[in-house]
């Protein structure tokens, strides 16, 4: 039995844990992976304040987690499988057991959206890849795609630049949408190169990926183009889809959060990237963990 259980430790998550065993009281953190999140992949990070030089994702997050250790969170590793928060007391079950608590922080996050594209799952891990951090260093001297448009899409294409011989970043619109110091970062950049107005039909090859089939979003024009690998940074979803009908949810499956980030479920709480929110940053994740963390304090004071 704990007093705050937190599903997810990516920022969100841990900052929470830092905030709530700090507060006294008896925390468990679940994480299926390693802690970090999505922030725990990135390569660098250069808007997270008291960093002016930037700092490795996988750094900063291991400094909240050791933290949050520190004030006497505990750890376990596990998938969440379901849950019941309709009583007092709230059920978590995992592969291996069920753990209980008197009120809960959903911190799950969000995970790589996918093209659905045919080829992409049979080259998963043979040339598609979701995370440029994990998998750059297999492509050196390669020519590799970035599908997506945004800060990540963009920012990944620029890690990439580290290894392969040349990175085509391949957007539908004629623009991109990341913010302006990072596209110029890759105008800049010699080994970028751009296909505007364009997307990706289907991924090719034989045992490992070989070619993008890719049209022209204007003209429907399609073409074939040689790759040694694919990264695909279209956006993501929520991780929700254990939690049923356990609270209430928008279209896309984000949580819908309330005053103090309560949800519609008596005694748990939502943070981070999982919420149905405007800016999903690893600053916005930390301000989201400590809110819901102290909420999380008063409303077991108030039982």
Known sequence: MYEIAILGGGPAGLTAGIYAARAGRKTILIERAMPGGQAGLTDRIE??????????????????????????????TAEVTGVDFSGEIKKIATVDKEIEAESVIIATGAQARKLQVP??????????SYCATCDG?????????????????VEEAIFLTKFASEVVLIHRRDKLRATKIVQDRAFENEKIDFRFNTVVKEIQGDKFVEKLLLEKVDTGEQ???????????????PNTRFLKDAVEMNEQGYIKAYDYLSTSAKGVFVAGDVREKFLRQVSTAVGDGA?????????????
């Open 291 to 303: 809110t819901a963390a102290m909420a999380a304090e008063r409303y077991l004071g108030e039982r």
């Open 137 to 153: 260093a297999f492509f050196k001297n390669k020519k590799v795609a970035v599908v997506g448009g945004g800060d990540a899409a």
């Open 47 to 76: 808007n997270y304040p008291g960093f002016e030089e930037g700092i490795s994702g996988p750094e900063l997050v291991q400094k909240f987690f050791s933290q949050a250790q520190r004030f006497g969170m505990e750890y376990m």
């Open 119 to 128: 080829g992409e799952e049979d080259f998963q891990g043979r040339g598609v």
């Open 223 to 237: 073409f074939e183009e040689d790759f040694d690998g694919v990264f695909i940074f279209i956006g993501t979803v």
